[in-house]
Structure formats: structure tokens, C-alpha cells
């Protein structure tokens, strides 16, 4: 039997620091990395919660000047991105430090990006477009969903287009990462329901991926695990300072699981409400999840019976087909018993958006075009991604 021949990359920040007290570090490695005067990027709730001068102080206690750039909104956008290399630039800034979740991860993303390599944000989106080596760059995560603290995407709305531009480039990948749960403990139920069912979405889309390896498969086996023992404590007690820690270590185990075996088209899907609608990027994910999985699932049934037994699920005496139903049975009650909205016209209406089916076949469209849906375990047609939006709505 002929072995084909096939090389998988892995990839993950050089160093990461999880655990209770973790965030005082980043002044040590700033400094390791080389950083003088970074630029910290983060947005306006942060500063709002007293995260932002919390952190000044310690770089201040340390001898260490930063500026800062808070201007950066949810579903970040590449005026935010040049906004901030203006900044950088002017301020003869000469590292990075991203403090919050993926939006200020993304957005800071982008800027080391555009100060490294000159041109545009735009000049980025596909894989691998860059050539020159981002500045020093810690990434300090404040949510437990996106991991984007660890990973080599940047998602960036295209305003012109209303589009998402997906943005997969190694070096983008975080110098050092940063996850500390006592950070996390001022989220509110919402922000933590919408960002651990991100993180759940992570690792099944990773687990069902075409490209998936054992090394991703054990990441996101070991992510949906932790989830479904700890989200609902997490969502239900904010100071439970054990499913917070839980949620740090099952959302970067997602995120080493879809770095490296990319995601489908959930994902692909709800970059479009993002970049239409600017709605929030967890809760897009959350909806559409048990529909888009609903259509996969005959690519791979073993596959959710895995997850069903993860989540949770008794399996005795059943097949792997009603295995697999109980996992997308699994999905919709925890997404349920954490509050998330149970459609894309509710979610609209929390957010004073207008979800309308008139808008599906362009968004359709552009999800076919969207990366992330290149290793969907299932090809679905124009006609499918229209009928799961619907369905979802």
C-alpha cells in the first residue's frame, strides 16, 4: 500500500503563561522580546472596567512607558487598523501589546502587520501574505472564546465591502500569549456564554476538519471536554474562579485544535453577519452551529458520536447515526441553557439589528468564497448554505 506523502504544520506562540496572576509577567516579557514602548490596543470596555490603568500601572511600577490605543470596536474594522499604525508610528512605538478578547487581538494583529510590512490591511487577506516578521508582541487575553491570543488568524471587517477579510498568516501568531483568569472575572454572563460556545464551535469545526491530525483531535477532544463540565458554572457564577481557570485552558486547547486544522463553514457563515450586520461573533457561531453541523454530519457520523460521548451524552445501545444526533442535541441544550438566542432574527433584535432573508443570497456568496469553508468535512452548494441560513433564522 502506497503511504502518501503529506506534511502538516503546527503552530503555537513560543510561550504562553496560563494561571491565576499570570498578567503580572508582562513587563518581563515585553522586555525579553526586545520591547522598549509598546502600543497596548485594546477597546473602549476594557478601559471602562479599569483593565486598561491597571495595566499602564504595572508597566508604569516597571519602568516602562506604553501608549495607548482603546479605539478598537467588536468586529474590528481596517479603518481601526490604520487608525492604529498612525499611532504607532507618530508615538515611535516599537512593540505590542494586545490586552481584551478577538477584537482587540485581530485589531492589533492588523497593525503589526501594516507597521512590518507597509501597504494596507487589505494587501493581507488569503494566507500567508506577509514577508517581514511582526514587532515584539504579547498578547494578554481577557475573555475565554476566540483564543486569538495563540492564533495566526486576523479577522478584519472590510467596511467598504461589509465584508470579513480572513487573514491566516503564521507570522501573525502572538510572540507571547497570556491567559490569567482573574481577568476574565468581571465578564458578564452574556460575554462569557457567547465566548465559551466560540470556543466549543472551535473545536468541533477543528475535530470534523479535513485536515485534522491526531495532534489537533486530542486539542479539541480534551476543549469540548472541559466545556461541558465547566460553561454553564462559568456562565452561571462569574467569580468561580475554577471554571474560569478551566475556560482559559479549554479555549486555547480549541484554538491549538482550529490554528492548525483550520475551521468549515460554520465560521465561514458567521463572518458574514459580522461583516453585514456587525453582530457578535460567538453568539453568530453559536446559532448557526447545530444547523451547519446538522448538514456535515454525514461526512463524518463517527465523528460526532466522539463529541456526543464528550458532551456528555449516554450512548448505550445506540448506533453511531443516533450517537451522533445526541451531539447536536448536546450542542442546542447547553447553547440554550447558557441564553444564547435562538435564531439570527432574536439575536438581531437584541442588538437593534434588522436580519432580513433579502440579504442571504449575497451573504451566501460570500461565505462560498469565505477560506475558512475549505475544510469543511462537507461541500455544500449555494442552494445549502442558503436553506442553513434560513433555517437559522
Known amino acids: 500500500m502506497a503511504v502518501r506523502e503529506e506534511v502538516y504544520g503546527f503552530f503555537i506562540p513560543s510561550v504562553t503563561l496560563i494561571g491565576i496572576g499570570a498578567h503580572k509577567q508582562i513587563p518581563e516579557k515585553i522586555k525579553a522580546l526586545g520591547g522598549k514602548k509598546p502600543l497596548l490596543v485594546t477597546d473602549k ?84 501574505k506577509s514577508t517581514n516578521p511582526m514587532p515584539p508582541y504579547v498578547a494578554v487575553n481577557t ?29 501573525v501568531t502572538p510572540g507571547i500569549a497570556l ?21 466549543l464551535t472551535h473545536a468541533v469545526e477543528a475535530y470534523v476538519s479535513t485536515i485534522a491530525t491526531p495532534m489537533t483531535d486530542a486539542c479539541a477532544e480534551k476543549a469540548i471536554k472541559l466545556i461541558a463540565k465547566f460553561l454553564r458554572r462559568a456562565v452561571a457564577n462569574g467569580q468561580d474562579i475554577e471554571a474560569r481557570d478551566a475556560m482559559c485552558h479549554a479555549q486555547y486547547l480549541a484554538g491549538m485544535a482550529f490554528n492548525n486544522a483550520s475551521l468549515g463553514h460554520v465560521h465561514a457563515m458567521a463572518h458574514q453577519l459580522g461583516g453585514f450586520y456587525d453582530l457578535p461573533h460567538g453568539e453568530c457561531n453559536a446559532i448557526l452551529l447545530p444547523h451547519v ?49 435562538t435564531g439570527l432574527i432574536e439575536l438581531g433584535k437584541r442588538y437593534g439589528k434588522k436580519v432580513s432573508k433579502n440579504d442571504i443570497p449575497i451573504m451566501t456568496a460570500n461565505a462560498q468564497k469565505d477560506a475558512c469553508g475549505l475544510t469543511n468535512p462537507r461541500c455544500p452548494r449555494d442552494e445549502d448554505v442558503s436553506r442553513i441560513y434560513e433555517e437559522a433564522l
Open 45 to 128: 470596555g476594557i478601559t471602562a472596567v479599569g483593565l486598561t490603568e491597571k495595566i499602564v500601572t504595572l508597566l508604569k511600577e516597571n519602568d516602562m512607558n506604553c501608549v495607548v490605543y482603546d479605539e478598537t470596536i467588536p468586529n474590528p474594522t481596517d479603518k481601526n487598523v490604520h487608525d492604529g499604525v498612525d499611532i504607532y508610528k507618530k508615538n515611535k512605538c516599537d512593540s505590542l501589546i494586545t490586552l481584551g478578547g478577538g477584537s482587540s487581538h485581530d485589531c492589533g494583529k492588523g497593525i503589526g502587520l501594516v507597521v512590518a510590512n507597509g501597504g494596507k490591511i487589505h494587501d493581507f487577506e488569503g494566507v500567508d
Open 179 to 199: 491567559d490569567d483568569p482573574l481577568l476574565m472575572l468581571g465578564m458578564p454572563p452574556a460575554l462569557t456564554a457567547a465566548t465559551g460556545m466560540d470556543a
Open 143 to 171: 475573555t475565554a472564546g476566540t483564543a486569538s491570543e495563540m492564533t495566526r488568524f486576523c479577522i478584519i471587517t472590510d467596511t467598504s465591502r461589509k465584508v470579513k477579510m480572513a487573514i491566516v498568516d503564521w507570522r
Open 293 to 341: 453541523q446538522r448538514f456535515n454530519m454525514i461526512a463524518r457520523i463517527d465523528r460526532f458520536a466522539d463529541m456526543a460521548r464528550w458532551l456528555g451524552e449516554d450512548l448505550t445501545g445506540l448506533s453511531d447515526r443516533a450517537a451522533a444526533e445526541k451531539c447536536l442535541d448536546a450542542i442546542s441544550q447547553l447553547s440554550a441553557d447558557v441564553g444564547i438566542p
